[in-house]
């Protein structure tokens, strides 16, 4: 492999590896997408690369600017690495509530960490209006708006679809994962059905979105609860408007938990929740569809990002997990 220019090259052309246990378990092939290999150790490093390539094309972002944007954390961590890289400074909001190792690695980055309290979208202390609030206040500063900006998406449809699609030979059956803004899920969807309206796009929906009743019945509405940081989504965002959705799986931390255990101890991958729920959902599809097909879903970032909450003991006692 030759040297990549500069480290934003290293965003992308990750990894796709065979997941022999879940494999096994239902007699097809599941392939995982190693978005942990991403210098930001997420699939978040994408968006950020193409929102912030979208605003300096448009002439909303002009050297010396601001990026701002509400995030749980990985979407702040490949902002503030582009920025870096860019020479741009980063303002990042926050829920209080994500893991500590999140907080950390974008202090270490040089983002300027806004912590505000776990709020309902109905609030205007939320992290997303918060963030556009501050970006407003701010001279010559944008705001990500991950959740609403396609520019999320389209980082999936050329980037991540392309590269399953090839990596695969073509031969795919089935996508499923989560949606947190749904760049992912709708991109790698509407990538992978221009090169094949048959293959199967499921949504691996956790506890607590709407998104499941929102496919199954057209109603949005959720039940239960899920610690899974950075999915669970309770609206159509417009990364989400007209994604393909052939099949809908309602997935439980436990479900998800199960696989991470398993992967870190049989194949020494060490993830977090939202690539177990993934994981757990190329299970389901792969048990509808039946034996010998070839099913992929996405590992969104590294296990390391969650050693002081779904990797330690304690804390898993008490969230009940
Ligand atoms: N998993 C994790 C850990 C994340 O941080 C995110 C981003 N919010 C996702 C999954 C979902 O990605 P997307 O925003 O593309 O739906």
């Known amino acids: 492999m030759d040297a990549t220019p500069d480290t934003l090259a290293l965003i992308g052309n990750t990894p796709l590896v065979r997941l022999k246990g879940p494999s096994e378990a239902t007699g097809c092939d599941i392939f995982g997408k190693c978005e ?12 950020a690369l193409f929102i912030v390539e979208d605003a300096e094309a448009r002439g909303a972002l002009r050297p010396g600017g601001t990026i701002v944007e509400g995030t749980a954390g990985n979407t702040g961590i490949g902002l503030a690495l582009v920025a870096n890289a860019k020479g741009y400074r980063t303002i990042i909001v926050m829920p ?29 202390c939320h992290f997303v209006h ?6 407003e206040e701010t001279e010559n500063a944008i705001w990500a708006n991950q959740f609403d900006n396609i520019a999320n998406r389209r980082a999936h449809i050329v980037g991540t679809a392309e590269e ?70 309770g609206r159509i965002t417009a990364n989400l408007d007209g994604a393909p959705v052939d099949a809908q799986f309602r997935i439980s931390d436990a479900d998800g938990w199960y696989w991470v255990q398993r992967l870190l101890s049989e194949e020494g991958l060490c993830l977090g929740l939202s690539s177990g729920i993934n994981v757990a959902g190329a299970v389901a599809l792969a048990r509808s569809l039946g034996p010998n097909k070839r099913i992929a879903t996405i590992l969104c970032d590294t296990g390391f ?17």
């Open 164 to 233: 399953i699609w090839n990596q695969m030979h073509g031969r795919v059956d089935g996508f499923t994962c989560a949606a947190g803004t749904g760049g992912t899920f709708a991109g790698v969807g509407m990538g992978l059905k221009a090169h094949d309206e048959n293959v199967v796009i499921a949504l691996s929906d956790p506890h607590g979105a709407a998104l499941y009743n929102y496919y199954a019945c057209g109603e949005l509405k959720s039940e239960g609860s899920s610690v899974a940081e950075g999915i669970g989504q």
């Open 130 to 135: 918060t963030s556009r609030r501050i970006a």
């Open 305 to 321: 990002r969650y050693l002081s909450t779904l990797h330690d003991p304690a804390w898993r006692a008490e969230k009940g997990l």
């Open 36 to 47: 942990f290999a991403n210098p930001g150790a997420s699939v978040k490093d994408r968006a």
């Open 96 to 124: 209080e509530t994500q893991s500590r190792e999140k907080m950390d690695t974008l202090r270490a980055l040089g983002a300027e960490l806004v912590l505000v309290p776990a709020a309902p979208y109905s609030s205007p």
